[in-house]
C-alpha cells in the first residue's frame, strides 16, 4: 500500500469507527480487522492503553473559542505522559519520531490511536484544565520538539 494514502485511510477509517460504533454499541470484528490491516502490532499496545485507562480528557476552560476544546493525555508504560490532540497524527514518543516520521515504517504510534479510539469508544478518564494549564503544555511541547 502506497504510504501516502495512509493518511487519509485513518481518518477515514475513524469515521468508519464513529458510525459503526454509534450503530452497533461496540467493536465489530470488521473494525478490529481494518484497524489491524493498517495499524498492525501498534493496534494491541492501543487497545492495552486503553484497557489500563491510561487516556484522559482535558476539557479546556475559559478558552477562547465557544465550542469545546480538549487535548488528549496518554500515559505510557513508562509512566510518561504524552500531550496528543484530536485526529493530529503527531506524538513527542520516540516511536513516533523514529517509526513514524523518520523511517515511515508505521503509519502511527500507540498514543495516538489509543487516545483517538478511546474518544469513540468513550473509555478515557476526564477533568477541566484551565486555559492557563492548557498554554504552559503547549509551550512545553514547542520547548522539547
Ligand atoms: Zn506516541
Keep these: 500500500m502506497e504510504k501516502r494514502i495512509i493518511p487519509f485511510l485513518i481518518d477515514n477509517l475513524f ?3 464513529e458510525n459503526s460504533f454509534a450503530e452497533h454499541k461496540r467493536i465489530t470484528d470488521d473494525i478490529l480487522m481494518s484497524l489491524y490491516g ?8 492501543a487497545l492495552e492503553l486503553i484497557e489500563s485507562n491510561a487516556v484522559t480528557i482535558m ?3 475559559n478558552c477562547y473559542t465557544k465550542t469545546d ?4 493525555q496518554v500515559t505510557g508504560n513508562s509512566q510518561t505522559s504524552y500531550i496528543l490532540f484530536y485526529r493530529i497524527n503527531y506524538c ?3 516511536f513516533y519520531q523514529e517509526k513514524v516520521l523518520y523511517s515511515n ?5 500507540k498514543h495516538y490511536l489509543a487516545a ?3 474518544h469513540i469508544w468513550n473509555k478515557y478518564r476526564k477533568f477541566e484544565i484551565d486555559f492557563d ?4 503544555l503547549i509551550k512545553n511541547i514547542m520547548i522539547k520538539t
Design 38 to 45: 493498517i495499524f498492525d502490532k501498534v493496534l494491541n499496545t
Design 59 to 61: 476539557h479546556i476552560k
Design 116 to 118: 483517538n479510539l478511546a
Design 15 to 17: 469515521d468508519e469507527i
Design 69 to 72: 476544546q480538549f487535548i488528549f
Design 92 to 94: 513527542q514518543c520516540k
Design 105 to 109: 515504517s508505521y503509519p502511527a504510534c
Design 133 to 136: 494549564v492548557y498554554k504552559e
